[in-house]
T-cell receptor
């Protein structure tokens, strides 16, 4: 059974810092990996989608990498801003016909002004 | 594109009553939708996969008679929590798969409180 772990569980940093959020998964037979942002009491906003054949994806100040063989992904946020404060979720779609996503518990990020 | 609309955003109901949550794909057809539940400070857990025109597939431990799923059209899936109890209070969120790249888009979620 696929398990997804995110480290750290919470992070508080001053505005302007570059930071890295980590995600690991136990079964490397994934179809893709997706990073989401969740604001309190809200739904999920997709940030980046990495297919299993890709190594990284970039969108603005966000960069996500994928090392499928080692079961790891990182989300890099450059020049953090208070508006980046949210919970960041990592989710994998496993291969083998299984549908739906397996989520980590998320990293709760606070960017201090 | 690929927007999923979920209603209501929050609902409070009395114990023993039933509550229906709707999930609509606004600008695309979704043959498959997914329902998740999220408890405070926990990750999203897949409850069931909703297939248009056929029976839903439930994850282990999810009672199909309690969580009724209907996916009668390519743009609408509904989740009905029957005979709700306080332990059913949670955040329910639907999702649809984007066939082009196998990514997923999510609704805004429904906060259910059973009193």
């Amino acid at each position: 059974k696929q398990e997804v772990t995110q480290i750290p569980a919470a992070l508080s940093v001053p505005e302007g810092e570059n930071l890295v959020l980590n995600c690991s998964f136990t079964d490397s037979a994934i179809y893709n990996l997706q990073w989401f942002r969740q604001d309190p009491g809200k739904g999920l906003t997709s940030l980046l989608l990495i297919q299993s054949s890709q190594r990284e994806q970039t969108s603005g100040r966000l960069n996500a990498s994928l090392d499928k063989s080692s079961g790891r992904s990182t989300l890099y946020i450059a020049a953090s801003q208070p508006g980046d404060s949210a919970t960041y979720l990592c989710a994998v779609k496993s291969g083998g016909g299984a549908d739906g996503l397996t989520f980590g518990k998320g990293t709760h990020l606070i960017i201090q002004p | 594109g690929a927007v999923v609309s979920q209603h209501p955003s929050w609902v409070i109901c009395k114990s023993g009553t039933s509550v229906k949550i709707e999930c609509r794909s606004l600008d695309f057809q979704a043959t498959t939708m997914f329902w998740y539940r999220q408890f405070p400070k926990q990750s999203l857990m897949l409850m069931a996969t909703s297939n248009e025109g056929s029976k839903a597939t439930y994850e282990q431990g999810v009672e199909k008679d309690k969580f009724l799923i209907n996916h009668a059209s390519l743009t609408l899936s509904t989740l009905t929590v029957t005979s709700a109890h306080p332990e059913d209070s949670s955040f329910y969120i639907c999702s649809a798969r984007i066939e082009a790249n196998y990514g997923y888009t999510f609704g805004s979620g429904t906060r259910l409180t059973v009193v």
